[in-house]
């Protein structure tokens, strides 16, 4: 690990800078029996070993899976869709409403391992046990309506009666990352489940534990096991394997290897959703309320220490409010208590390794040193944890600075100024990606009106990113270098199905017979032509 030092930074109030408070608090130890679910893992190969960033110490020793180990979770997941796909939507429906409840019911487990893997406090935890029974319930209720037979109109009124069937698309290859390790397996395998499909799901190394365990609890709520296949490995030695031979492909990470992927299912002809990076905007109207806008962006910026996808790294507020917003800000930054506790007293955690302090440590530096101002945070404290970090609040940051327009991934946000909703709206849109945006303003139909102009798959009014992502009815994905399909709503179930049209003709044939005469051929042109302008004289 290596690590640069920064200069002292400057407090706009004028005071000295001491650091962010800690929060006292012993990390939470392994829940008993957490060792056993490697058990499920498809693996022969040589095992490698797990530590949890909250201490660097060891959480497990995991069997990493060979070509074989891969081809045999892929045949028997094959082997175990066909019966799934046969059962009526109620019973996979009951088997999500019961895992449901087991997530709740057993949510302390949940905190603990995503806590020990991901090294996020544990109030930014809880997001993803509850986000795990939100998606089993609204997949669980709305797979019977959104998967049934539908009538669509026919060729002709009456005499062609045509419907649109959805059959599963067979086994999806999910690859999940260690960032969010409960929600982004369940927003991607529980609707591949309810559509009627298997997966084989490799989840990152660093958070097996979290992923095994949401597996074990489906299991114990009825799923049959071969149905969901848990892999285990690098990601360029397993994940290859995995959407080589899927029928359809999830991946959440970058969007260097999201192009790769992409190009892999293009090659088979296999579709692929991909949730990729993002460098996200938050915009401050000058009408904002700035209590609620200071408040919007701690949470936007600095949830998982900033590991989140839809995260904030972007903030651009109206001059009028600037000096204020940017006062405020630097100065509740600074109040937020660090710390690796297994309760909820920390408000930041850790950063999940030594990479990831790699890389917000030099994002930073890099930015001081070629001018900009750090007002902030932006230091490693080991005190507290080996990877945890100051939230950081600069100013200054210009084009040709790494954290201009890189993606972070960290506790790490750059302050900006604009004139007028149109420059705000330029500055957001200036980024090659389309991931998340947030709009404050005291007015709804304003904030709502500036969102629209903004090119993102989900912009948030006077929210970070809850509201959009809570909102599973509707979907949500990346535009431009952010990924392609997306997850929630009715597309995010249908994605994985395929889709056939049947269509039964009675009465008029649709052509004229090749056996009749040419006078025929020709009556039979005057009343299709008389049908469709009756056809658009009724409106049918």
């Given at each position: 690990m290596t690590t640069t030092a920064l200069p002292p930074h400057a407090d706009p109030a004028g005071g000295p800078v001491t650091g962010n408070p800690t929060a006292a608090g012993r990390p939470p130890t392994l829940p008993a029996g957490a060792a056993a679910l490697v058990e499920q893992v498809r693996g022969t190969g040589p095992a490698f070993t797990a530590t949890s960033p909250l201490t660097g110490a060891r959480t497990v020793d995991v069997p990493s899976s060979t070509p074989a180990d891969v081809d045999g979770a892929f045949a028997d997941a094959?082997?175990?869709?066909?019966?799934?796909?046969?059962?009526?939507?109620?019973?996979?429906?009951?088997?999500?409403?019961?895992?449901?409840?087991?997530?709740?019911?057993?949510?302390?487990?949940?905190?603990?391992?995503?806590?020990?893997?991901?090294?996020?406090?544990?109030?930014?935890?809880?997001?993803?046990?509850?986000?795990?029974?939100?998606?089993?319930?609204?997949?669980?209720?709305?797979?019977?309506?959104?998967?049934?037979?539908?009538?669509?109109?026919?060729?002709?009124?009456?005499?062609?009666?045509?419907?649109?069937?959805?059959?599963?698309?067979?086994?999806?290859?999910?690859?999940s990352p260690w960032n969010y390790p409960l929600s982004l397996a369940a927003s991607e395998v529980l609707p591949a489940l309810a559509a009627g499909n298997a997966v084989v799901h490799r989840p990152d190394p660093a958070t097996m534990l979290s992923a095994l365990w949401l597996r074990s609890l489906a299991v114990e709520a009825g799923l049959p096991p071969a149905l969901w296949q848990v892999v285990a490995g690098d990601g360029a030695d397993v994940g290859p394997l995995v959407t080589g031979r899927a029928d359809l492909v999830c991946f959440t990470g970058s969007t260097r290897v999201g192009r790769e992927v992409a190009a892999q299912a293009a090659r088979r002809l296999v579709p692929s959703s991909l949730e990729l990076g993002g460098k996200n905007p938050l915009l401050v109207l000058d009408d904002a309320d700035l209590d609620r806008a200071?408040?919007?962006?701690?949470?936007?910026?600095?949830?998982?220490?900033?590991?989140?996808?839809?995260?904030?790294?972007?903030?651009?507020?109206?001059?009028?409010?600037?000096?204020?917003?940017?006062?405020?800000?630097?100065?509740?930054?600074?109040?937020?208590?660090?710390?690796?506790?297994?309760?909820?007293?920390?408000?930041?955690?850790?950063?999940?390794?030594?990479?990831?302090?790699?890389?917000?440590?030099?994002?930073?530096?890099?930015?001081?040193?070629r001018g900009a101002t750090l007002h902030t945070g932006g230091r490693h404290r080991p005190d507290i944890g080996p990877y945890v970090f100051e939230p950081a609040v600069l100013t200054g940051v210009t084009p040709g600075m790494r954290m201009h327009a890189e993606e972070t991934f960290g506790p790490v946000v750059a302050v900006h100024r604009f004139d007028t909703d149109?420059?705000?709206?330029?500055?957001?849109?200036d980024t090659a990606y389309g991931l998340n945006a947030s709009v404050f303003s005291r007015?709804?139909?304003?904030?709502?009106?500036?969102?629209?102009?903004?090119?993102?798959?989900?912009?948030?009014?006077?929210?970070?990113?809850?509201?959009?992502w809570g909102s599973v009815d509707a979907p949500m994905g990346g535009w431009k270098d952010s990924g392609l399909g997306g997850r929630h709503g009715a597309d995010g179930l249908l994605r994985f199905t395929r889709v056939k049209t049947v269509a039964r003709q009675r009465g008029l044939d649709l052509a004229p017979a090749y056996h009749r005469p040419g006078a025929q051929s020709a009556a039979w042109t005057r009343r299709m032509t008389a049908a469709l302008r009756l056809l658009r004289r009724t409106g049918l």
């Open positions: 094959r082997a175990a869709q066909r019966s799934w796909a046969g059962l009526p939507v109620a019973r996979r429906a009951a088997v999500l409403l019961r895992l449901h409840d087991l997530v709740l019911d057993r949510q302390a487990e949940g905190l603990d391992l995503v806590q020990l893997e991901a090294g996020k406090a544990r109030r930014h935890a809880v997001e993803e046990v509850l986000d795990v029974a939100i998606n089993a319930r609204y997949h669980a209720r709305a797979a019977a309506r959104l998967l049934r037979p539908r009538r669509r109109a026919g060729a002709l009124p009456v005499l062609t009666r045509t419907r649109e069937l959805r059959f599963p698309v067979g086994v999806v290859g999910v690859v200071v408040e919007g962006a701690i949470r936007a910026c600095f949830a998982s220490a900033g590991q989140l996808c839809v995260s904030a790294e972007r903030v651009y507020v109206a001059d009028r409010l600037h000096d204020e917003f940017l006062r405020r800000f630097v100065a509740r930054t600074g109040t937020l208590r660090l710390g690796v506790g297994g309760d909820f007293e920390a408000d930041l955690g850790s950063l999940a390794s030594a990479r990831q302090l790699d890389t917000v440590t030099a994002h930073v530096a890099d930015a001081v040193e149109d420059e705000a709206v330029a500055l957001a849109n007015s709804g139909a304003r904030g709502e009106a500036v969102a629209a102009r903004i090119d993102a798959g989900a912009v948030n009014v006077n929210d970070g990113y809850s509201a959009v």
